[in-house]
């Protein structure tokens, strides 16, 4: 399944919504970090992730609903990874750390928090997870 970005407001205000699906049928809207927390999904960068079908995603449509934690689970797991594959975790290549998106670099550059390295594209991603038939993490 494929996901895109409709309209990226990471920059002011941290939201960026867009679609998915084979005729962009699920919209969706996530709240996403430079960095991961505790509190995003895999201890990702997408702290919130709602997704509906066919309309702007609310609490009361959502077919996947996770704000700092697992809210809604109505939905096949490809749905959600296809947009979590949009916010990779980056980590460095030359020390194995998390890194961020560098504010005073060109857009999709990446800086160590540790050992202060700058590349472009994130090695690995780690921020993809897997919810059981309950809701909780696997």
């Not at 939201?15 to 919209?27: C, F, I, N, S």
């Not at 709240?31 to 927390?37: A, D, I, L, T, W």
């Not at 980590?91 to 670099?105: F, L, W």
Request: proline letters at 5%; hydrophobic letters at 35%.
């Amino acid at each position: 399944m494929n996901a895109k970005i409709t309209k990226d407001n990471r920059k002011r205000t941290g939201w960026v919504r867009g679609v998915a699906g084979k005729h962009d049928e699920l919209r969706w809207v996530a709240k996403v970090y430079e960095q991961g927390s505790v509190h995003g999904i895999g201890e990702g960068r997408v702290s919130k992730l709602a997704i509906a079908v066919n309309r702007e995603p609310t609490l009361a449509n959502a077919v996947f609903n996770y704000d700092r934690g697992l809210d809604t689970y109505n939905i096949a797991q490809n749905a959600v990874d296809a947009v979590l594959a949009l916010f990779p975790t980056p980590v460095c290549p030359k020390c194995g750390s998390i890194a961020i998106e560098g504010t005073d670099y060109p857009a999709g550059t990446f800086v160590c928090a540790e050992c202060g390295h700058r590349f472009e594209e994130p090695e690995e991603r780690t921020d993809s997870i897997g919810f059981g038939p309950d809701g909780s993490a696997e």
